[in-house]
């Protein structure tokens, strides 16, 4: 990681200033005249290129590549244009391959914000362990001694994808937002897996579309990188039944976010999201959210640390995240500033709706992660956690076992 944040730390490209022929110098003016008002800030662009090696607990050690291009312009917050290109790839098989880009202050009184992102997806190793929030693994294939013990709860899903979003504002810290998505899924399952023996919804391969509308309350300052404020979404979203496709479902989110002050160098960071789907939705569905930006995954690094990416499957799902971002340095790099935080976290998590909860129906992780910061824009992390899963014993009995998680990702969790 620390190789990489310093290939990113590359020496940005300002605008030369148009030539001016020379003049005879002017005599000075009287002490009455008024002084001439200061030049405006410059345009300028600034990029990122770094080469990618990282290690996630649930998709292996990875490898590839990612860009990024902002264009800085008076008027325009935090850019007028950004450009992100990555490409990405696993030992377990998963990809991800992206272009975004993002462009606020469109339209005649800039108050419009278009963000394009077209990915191609790919999970060689993705996992099932069954419906509900209180699934458990079997102790024959934790210890390996199970006949297809590594394919159990594997499986694979191509799912590339494209989604446009709208938002405007509507005065003050309201605005509101609207986007169309679309995908094509393909699952294949391996003999003697979870998935192939239960064949939820959402086996046939498919394309749907997702229109989603929301509405925000933003006054986070800065905007990437937070101190203060708050962020609250409600948005609705649905996919309509296409051709013989399976999916026909509707689901309302809900997220707040808040951000407070603590001391010069210390900012206490909270997130509470939870989301309700209705109607008929396939599986690998229940393991996205919606709001203002696409994100995928009840586990993981971008939702509960220290729980297996997509580990429980329900129709209702509700996180709690809470972070301690501490600056404990900042330097200068090629002409970069780079701050480091040290972040102490805790995550909970639990789904519902279908299916029993459990006797112990909170999932949480805890941990602590280093988040380098280049020019209050790039974030890396680098995450270490640990949770709880339960194993299920041949007598019948569950055991409690830790659950190690370790992400290397970029931008703040939230």
Same mark, same amino acid.
């Given at each position: ?190 003999? @003697? $897996?979870? %998935?192939?023996? &239960? =064949?939820?919804? +959402?086996? *046939? /391969? ?7 509308? #929301? ?53 206490? @960071? $909270?997130? %509470?999201?939870? &989301? =309700?789907?209705? +109607?008929? *939705? /396939? ?7 919606? #709001? ?123």
């Amino acid at each position: 990681m620390s190789l990489a944040l310093l290939l990113a730390l590359a020496q940005p490209a300002r605008a030369e200033p148009e030539a001016t022929p020379p003049t005879v110098p002017a005599a000075a003016p009287p002490p009455t005249e008024a002084a001439a008002p200061p030049a405006p800030p410059e345009t300028r662009f600034t990029w990122v290129a770094i080469p990618n090696a990282s290690y996630d607990v649930d998709d292996g050690f990875g490898a590839g590549a990612r860009a990024e291009l902002d264009w800085y312009k008076p008027g325009y917050s935090p850019y007028q244009l950004a450009f992100v290109t990555q490409a990405f790839l696993t030992t377990n098989g998963y990809h991800h391959h992206r272009v975004r880009f993002d462009a606020p202050g469109l339209g005649p009184k800039h108050t419009l914000r278009l963000t394009g992102h077209f990915a191609y997806r790919q999970w060689l190793n993705d996992g099932y362990w069954g419906m509900g929030n209180a699934t458990t693994l079997d102790r024959g294939v934790v210890d390996g001694t199970s006949a297809n013990a590594d394919k159990r709860y594997r499986y694979t899903l191509i799912q590339p994808f494209a989604r446009l979003t709208l938002r405007g504002e509507l005065g003050g810290p309201w605005a509101w937002f609207t986007f169309l998505a679309g995908r094509w899924s393909d699952v294949e399952t391996y003999s @003697g $897996s979870l %998935l192939a023996e &239960e =064949a939820p919804l +959402g086996m *046939v /391969p498919g394309f749907g579309v997702q229109p989603g509308i #929301g509405v925000l309350f933003d006054t986070r300052e800065p905007e990437l990188t937070p101190d203060r404020g708050v962020l609250l979404e409600l948005s609705v979203r649905g996919m309509p039944r296409i051709g013989a496709a399976e999916a026909e479902w509707v689901a309302v989110f809900a997220s707040a976010r808040a951000f407070w002050t603590l001391g010069p160098k210390v900012v206490l @960071g $909270s997130r %509470l999201m939870g &989301e =309700a789907m209705f +109607g008929d *939705v /396939p599986f690998y569905d229940l393991n996205t959210w919606g #709001g203002l930006t696409p994100m995928m995954g009840f586990g993981g690094s971008d939702t509960l640390r220290g729980v297996s990416f997509g580990r429980y499957h329900d129709l209702d799902k509700a996180v709690w995240n809470n972070e301690l971002r501490i600056d404990v340095g900042s330097q200068t790099v090629l002409h970069r500033e780079l701050r480091w935080q040290v972040v102490p976290f805790f995550d909970l998590g639990m789904v519902w709706g279908t299916e029993p909860v459990g006797d112990f129906p909170l999932h949480p992780g805890l941990g602590v992660g280093i988040h380098p910061i280049v020019e209050g824009t790039f974030v890396g992390r680098l995450d270490v956690a640990l949770g709880l899963d339960e194993v299920e014993e041949p007598n019948g009995s569950r055991t409690p076992v830790p659950n190690p998680g370790v992400y290397v990702v970029f931008d703040h969790m939230f």
